[in-house]
């Protein structure tokens, strides 16, 4: 059993089988991708203390499961107030994802209450485990990111049921190993997970891939699980979205959103 997403070896970082997908088992799930850049932005130096507030990543296409990976960082906007920052990630000598990141400084700031309601849905604790095999194929002949890096609870088994889905996600294991995975890059190596937590499809039948996933946040989580209550909507085009909103126990915490390409489904995953 692996024990983290990523094995470093000097500037290359090697994925385990925990980073392997659930549709393939050629290519990583997106969360994974989506993570390592997180650490990335968020580890470029600032010269005030400021968080990630967004995190925009492009997955141009599959990343190999058998392949080292690189990742490089650039400051477009360096400041007080704010830090702009771009990533990329290559494999086998070609992109294959990059990032967009934007920190804004932090401090104490005396603000009124807030005003916002909040109802808290039901907590990891009221929801029950998610049952992958329901897809209709076994997906526990070999290590991957559903399955073993991350728990996932669904409310109400809304997971399974079209509409809108209520999960709560946690991550298992670090993104690299021998590494303590900050709050930020756990939320968005999750992020990508709300893409499946909402369907208008059944997806049994179709593939809704998504090419992107756009993090904001506001405040960092606290404890282990994150919430996302998210809703797809999928048009004849063949273009889709999935928005989630994002919380913890003690209330929202940010937004991800994702674009699908929408297509019919063959009978398995690919191998």
């Known amino acids: 059993m692996s024990t983290a997403l990523y094995v470093r070896d000097g500037e290359r970082f090697h994925p385990t089988g925990l980073a392997r997908s659930f549709w393939s088992n050629r290519v990583q799930h997106g969360g994974p991708p989506v993570g390592l850049l997180a650490r990335a932005v968020e580890q470029v130096p600032t010269v005030v203390p400021m968080q990630v507030t ?45 990032a967009s990141g934007l920190k804004i400084r932090t401090g ?24 992958w095999g329901r897809f209709g194929f076994d997906i526990t002949d070999r290590e991957r990111f559903h399955s073993h890096a991350i728990a996932a609870r669904t409310v109400d088994d809304s997971f399974f049921t079209l509409g809108e889905g209520l999960s709560w996600v946690r991550l298992l294991v670090p993104v690299v190993e021998g590494e303590v995975t900050s709050q930020f890059v756990q939320t968005a190596t999750l992020s990508d997970v709300g893409n499946g937590n909402s369907m208008a499809l059944d997806g049994r039948a179709w593939f809704y891939v998504n090419p992107d996933v756009s993090l904001t946040i506001h405040r960092l989580p606290s404890g282990p699980w994150l919430g996302m209550r998210s809703l797809a909507h999928q048009h004849p085009s063949g273009v889709g979205s999935a928005d989630s909103h994002l919380f913890d126990i003690e209330g929202p915490v940010g937004r991800v959103v994702q674009s699908q390409i929408l297509e019919p489904r063959a009978d398995s995953r690919t191998t």
């Not at 104490?108 to 049952?131: L, T, Y």
């Open 54 to 98: 967004r995190l925009t990543v492009d997955l141009f296409r599959e990343v190999p499961i058998d392949n080292p990976l690189t990742v490089s960082t650039s400051v477009i906007r360096d400041g007080r107030r704010i830090q702009a920052v771009e990533a990329s990630l290559v494999a086998a000598g070609q992109p294959v994802a990059r």
């Open 108 to 131: 104490d700031v005396p603000i009124p209450d807030s005003v916002a309601s909040w109802s808290p849905p039901p907590g990891p604790d009221e929801a029950e485990p998610i049952a």
